[in-house]
């Protein structure tokens, strides 16, 4: 391939320990916030993303929230992203 390839984005998909959750509400309705989506943007910097279900259970959406500014969310946040780095290195 001549052209240079471009990459617009990579993701990874993280789950958050229990002892790290913290739930929101949205729409009337308690979620838990259960894990991660952190994406390594063209400029190099991360954009994270939560996501949760309901605290009742069920069917519910699988809604997405702004991550809180927490230092055990940028701890995983970047722990995360330093493993992600690691296993895209070492890919085969």
């Known amino acids: ?3 240079p390839v471009e990459v617009s984005a990579l993701a990874i ?19 838990e916030l259960q894990s991660l989506t952190i994406r390594l943007l063209p ?15 069920g069917r519910g959406a699988y809604v997405s929230f702004p991550v809180p500014d927490r230092p055990e969310l940028a701890a995983l946040v970047s722990a995360a992203a330093d493993e992600a780095a690691r296993r895209w290195a070492s890919h085969g």
């Open 13 to 31: 998909n993280v789950v958050v320990p229990p002892e790290v959750r913290w739930r929101d509400t949205r729409r009337e309705e308690e979620f």
């Open 43 to 57: 400029d190099g910097t991360l954009a994270a993303k939560a996501y949760g279900r309901p605290v009742v259970g």
């Open 1 to 3: 391939m001549d052209a």
